[in-house]
């Protein structure tokens, strides 16, 4: 009888040196006990187990004798790099390492997050083995976005493959031990000296048809680094690489581009269910093949390559465009974005191929953003085709930079301020940036901009009295209450200028606004100029105050909670400029409950959340 998987019969000389592992067995010491076969491939096992320290669940990877020490010296220490990387990126989630002996010598083992089946056993499940558009894109846009954050760290990912993407799972008892006590028991059968263990991958109920909405919570991982390389890239014998054509030559030449090249590749794959090019023929014939087909030019430097001597443009295979490929899978209004994607991946020439950056912000994997899952989301994101005005705050003019300052951070509070200078005069003035800081003491903060005369009169005022009242201004009176940013002399109060009625506070000695159904006495709590950097020029003083009382207008207070309802109150805010906007209309979007949404979120994000997430110690 032969095994139905790894051959465990075969030597490390024959191909063979994989770990003989079996259901309940401890590794490293009594710490893991293995639950179920996950699966295997050419260079490993990878396998299920509990925790007994951490009372989790995690994938130890074991690696093959042969494999082992090719592990350590390149896969083991790119992994440990991926915790510098951006926690937010799809990537393993690294757990540390140790070793096992085996009666043919020792094998590295791995420790990582679980995870599920790839997007190929999808694809293989779809009709005539294409993805919809939406289900390309964030597949593509998750590899993407990885990539960026590999390549940024001189990492090659070497396998931006399909079935190197995968499902994540959530590892946490309570919701995989049901999933796994209700699933058939481990097969195990016994063949000559060794026990054979049938893999059950981890299950996960997404399907290749998901609508939008569904599939852009897909928990994927960028998976399979045994082919990664950092700062030095050199092609492997049997890499593969989709045929990227800098690998065919004699002087092959690999980088982080050649993941380009395979993103391209697996992108036209997903979609159309059939690789781009048919190549067959020496590799003269086969890169004429490709030039053909993506109408490209190809590096000069290529054709003094010893497998290039016959090279001949016109000597090709069969060879139609990538738009040709598209359009027999994708409705026509799919193709062109489709097609300007793949084509700059698929550049004969990798120094102009797109970067992993340039991918990630492609416009046709805009859709693949959580906000493009309904109509409105999926109409805000192509505003992003018009691209972005970057403003560099240092270099832009003080004016300009105010003006902009305001169009954006809005809508803004407004606070009306009453204050008393050391002299005894009055002094009311709005200011828009405003807010509260903690209800715990109670505190506000509002900012006074300096002017071409210096600190305002409120900024001295409180500075000087210490006490001052925040008065929220209201549609009925908002006329009223503008009239006050008027640039008066120090020496003349706005209170007679705007006709607004004082009242008196309990405590501070600067009066109320009695229009304001909504005011607070304040005690000044710190003073904090801001100034430039370079010059110490002060240019704003930050205010912190404490608020002592608030005093409500019973006809706005809601009699049920007992605070103040927006409807009566009818605040105004500040917008850009000199607009004004009504803020008494809202709509209820209710904080999520984590007790009550816990089970869904796991099930969605997997193992992208919780305990043992990438960066976590072992």
Request: glycine content about 8%; hydrophobic content about 35%.
């Amino acid at each position: 009888m032969s095994y139905p998987e790894e051959p465990l019969d075969l030597s490390p000389v024959e191909g063979g040196g994989y770990y003989p592992a079996n259901i309940r067995q401890k590794l490293n010491g009594d710490r893991y006990e293995i639950v179920r076969k996950l699966g295997y491939g050419p260079r490993s096992s990878t396998w299920l187990v509990w925790d007994s320290r951490d009372a989790d669940y995690f994938a130890v990877k074991i690696f093959t004798i042969g494999a082992s020490e090719q592990a350590k010296n390149i896969e083991l220490p790119i992994l440990k790099a991926l915790d510098n990387i951006d926690a937010s990126l799809r990537l393993p989630a690294f757990h540390g390492s140790f070793w096992e002996k085996s009666g043919d010598g020792d094998h590295l083992c791995i420790v990582t997050n679980p995870l599920s089946t790839s997007v190929q056993v999808l694809q293989e499940q779809a009709e005539n083995q294409r993805l919809p558009v939406h289900v390309v894109q964030r597949v593509v846009r998750t590899v993407a976005d990885a990539l960026e954050g590999l390549h940024g760290a001189g990492i090659m990912h070497g396998g931006a493959k399909a079935d190197n993407v995968l499902f994540s799972t959530a590892t946490q008892p309570e919701f995989l031990k049901p999933i796994l006590d209700s699933e058939p028991a481990p097969t195990i059968s016994k063949i000559k000296k060794h026990v054979a263990v049938r893999s059950q991958p981890l299950v996960h109920d997404f399907k290749w048809n998901d609508k939008p909405k569904r599939v852009v919570d897909w928990p994927l991982i960028l998976d399979n680094f045994g082919h990664a390389q950092r700062s030095i890239y050199k092609p492997e014998k049997n890499g593969g690489y989709s045929s990227a054509p800098e690998t065919l030559l004699q002087q092959a030449s690999c980088s982080p581009q050649t993941d380009i090249w395979m993103l391209g590749i697996m992108t036209f794959t997903l979609l159309t269910g059939n690789p781009p090019f048919y190549l067959s023929g020496n590799v003269s014939k086969q890169i004429a093949t490709l030039r053909a087909a993506l109408e490209d030019e190809l590096p000069k430097e290529w054709l003094g390559d010893s497998k290039m001597k016959d090279y001949n443009a016109t000597a090709h295979g069969y060879a139609p465009s990538i738009e040709t490929g598209l359009e027999e899978a994708l409705h026509k209004d799919d193709v062109a974005g489709a097609a300007a994607f793949v084509k700059g991946c698929l550049r004969l020439d990798p120094k102009k191929r797109f970067t992993a950056t340039k991918c990630s912000d492609h416009e046709w994997l805009a859709a693949a953003n959580a906000c493009s899952s309904t109509e409105d989301g999926r109409a805000w994101a192509e505003g992003e085709k018009a691209g972005w005005k970057v403003v560099d705050t240092s270099k832009e003019d003080p004016r300009q930079l105010y003006a902009i300052l305001l169009s954006g951070i809005l809508p803004r509070p407004v606070a009306f301020v009453s204050s008393l200078s050391k002299d005894g005069v009055e002094n009311l003035a709005p200011f828009s940036w405003f807010n509260e800081v903690s209800p715990r003491p109670a505190v506000l903060s509002f900012s006074c901009a300096y002017t071409s005369q210096g600190a305002k009169d409120t900024a001295r005022n409180v500075r000087d009295t210490k006490g001052f009242t925040v008065n929220i201004i209201s549609e009925p009176w908002i006329a009223q209450a503008n009239i006050c940013s008027i640039d008066t002399p120090p020496d003349v109060s706005e209170w007679a200028i705007s006709g607004l009625t004082k009242a008196p506070s309990i405590q501070v000695k600067a009066p109320r606004v009695k229009e304001s159904a909504f005011s607070m006495e304040c005690e000044l709590l710190q003073a904090i100029d801001i100034t430039v950097p370079s010059t110490g020029e002060v240019t704003a003083t930050l205010i912190l105050g404490t608020i002592k009382y608030i005093h409500m207008r019973n006809d706005v207070v809601d009699p049920a909670r007992g605070v103040a309802d927006p409807s009566k109150l009818r605040p105004i805010a500040r917008m850009g400029g000199v607009t004004y906007a009504k803020v008494s209309e809202g709509y209820a979007l209710p904080r999520e409950s984590w007790k009550e949404k816990e089970g869904e979120i796991r099930k969605a994000l997997g193992s992208a959340i919780g305990g043992n997430e990438r960066g976590s110690a072992l």
